[in-house]
């Protein structure tokens, strides 16, 4: 059955457009990452403190719109909301590519295009994750999810490497194009889907700022996403920052690399979240999904501190790579858990609320990281980062444990 059903989904035509849309953006993603991430940290030499500052300013569209953006989806044609989102986002990417071409560039310069790409990426996303139930039958939509869920963890094990070595050869402005490139192959294909489906229903409307604040008051009132929710924002507050700007400098203090060992770990890390992606759609788990998803925290702190000591490109590769597998059991079971405690109306809402809630704490991440690196080793950033994991995930298993007993015993009070 399972093999008749995949291929019967690249036979649907609309389906099989959203998936090669998805596909082609994905690696255009992938060697977008590595352009800005050199071009900020080597060609415009701005070093730790300039990846922090792009971060910070990233984050903002995410916190000003994260919870909107899900909401206004929901009432307008999600396929149009894609063709114009990739068309901003090629529009965007040529621009850099032209302002490294005739060396107009500058950190400001990066920033915008930054903040950019993600007001646009703020309303693809929630429309794609929003429109798939419309193309594709409820039984066929678990492999449908894992198909596109594959597709860009492939994405990302291939382009970082790649993406390392087109830059040492074409440069970024080259790499800006073939991404602006994919986005428009996005478009077009997006723009052929069959319209209907895509247009939102006639439920009645509340006040904008009234229906976006459902998510956030199911996520007070559910003690198991509220506690998901604080591990999560504490995750990103020690693992952010280092992730974002530590790593290149690490590379090159620890050892002595440069582009291309960066692509190589960062092909690690992929590498480890699709093995997670290929062995969560085959494994039951029997564990409670809150569980995983705080004990996940933990081992990931470990991993990431005995990271930080690793001496060769070798044992730092494979240390992403269990980072990634880590992270990624970790990130199916809290969208697993998510899609089973959420309703369904609610569940877009709901999920724009736990990400833009979960990344309140990243611009201080990100921040003090910055300002640690011009004080502090990589090595001991990282260590330090790995430690702060490992307290957090530590202290909410404790919790998810005491609320899991505490659910126990109010079960077995109603019995009685």
Not at 19 to 45: F, M, R
Not at 138 to 166: E, F, K, W
Not at 346 to 372: C, K, Q, Y
């Amino acid at each position: 059955m399972r093999q008749r059903l995949v291929p019967g989904l690249l036979r649907q035509r609309d389906y099989r457009l959203i998936w090669t849309a998805h596909t082609g953006s994905v690696v255009g993603d992938g060697l977008h990452s590595v352009a800005i991430t050199w071009l900020t940290y080597s060609t415009l030499g701005a070093g730790a403190p300039g990846l922090a500052a792009l971060g910070i300013a990233l984050v903002i569209p995410n916190l000003a719109l994260g919870i909107l953006s899900g909401t206004l989806v929901d009432r307008w044609d999600r396929r149009r909301v894609m063709v114009y989102a990739d068309l901003a986002r090629a529009t965007i990417t040529g621009v850099l590519a032209l302002s490294v071409f005739a060396g107009f560039v500058s950190l400001p310069v990066v920033i915008a295009a930054g903040i950019g790409m993600i007001l646009a990426s703020q309303f693809f996303g929630p429309a794609q994750g929003a429109v798939l139930p419309a193309y594709v039958a409820s039984d066929q939509i678990v492999q449908a999810n894992a198909m596109l869920s594959t597709s860009r963890q492939a994405a990302s094990l291939l382009t970082p490497g790649i993406g390392a070595l087109l830059f040492a050869a074409i440069g970024p402005t080259g790499l800006f194009l073939i991404d602006g490139a994919s986005f428009v192959w996005s478009a077009f294909l997006v723009a052929r889907l069959t319209p209907g489906p895509a247009l939102p229903g006639p439920a009645p409307r509340r006040p904008l700022l009234q229906e976006a604040g459902d998510g956030l008051r199911f996520i007070a009132n559910h003690p198991p996403s509220r506690l998901v929710t604080l591990v999560a924002a504490g995750n990103q507050l020690f693992a952010s920052g280092p992730f974002r700007t530590i790593i290149p400098l690490w590379v090159s203090v620890q050892l002595g690399g440069g582009v291309v060992e960066y692509g190589v770990i960062m092909s690690g890390l992929a590498a480890g979240l699709l093995v997670a992606n290929l062995t969560m759609s085959f494994v039951r788990t029997r564990l409670p999904l809150v569980a995983i998803v705080v004990g996940g925290v933990f081992v990931q702190g470990a991993i990431w501190a005995a990271f930080a000591f690793a001496w060769t490109l070798a044992l730092a590769t494979l240390a992403f790579v269990a980072l990634g597998v880590a992270n990624g059991v970790l990130n199916a079971a809290n969208s697993a858990r998510l899609q089973l405690t959420v309703p369904s109306e609610m569940r877009g809402r709901t999920f724009a609320t736990f990400f833009t809630t979960m990344n309140l704490t990243t611009p201080i991440s990100l921040a003090v990281t910055g300002t640690l690196a011009t004080l502090v080793s990589p090595v001991a950033i990282i260590a330090g980062s790995g430690l702060g994991l490992m307290a957090v995930g530590g202290a909410g298993f404790m919790a998810a444990l005491r609320q899991l007993r505490h659910e126990r015993q109010t079960a077995a009070s109603s019995m009685d």
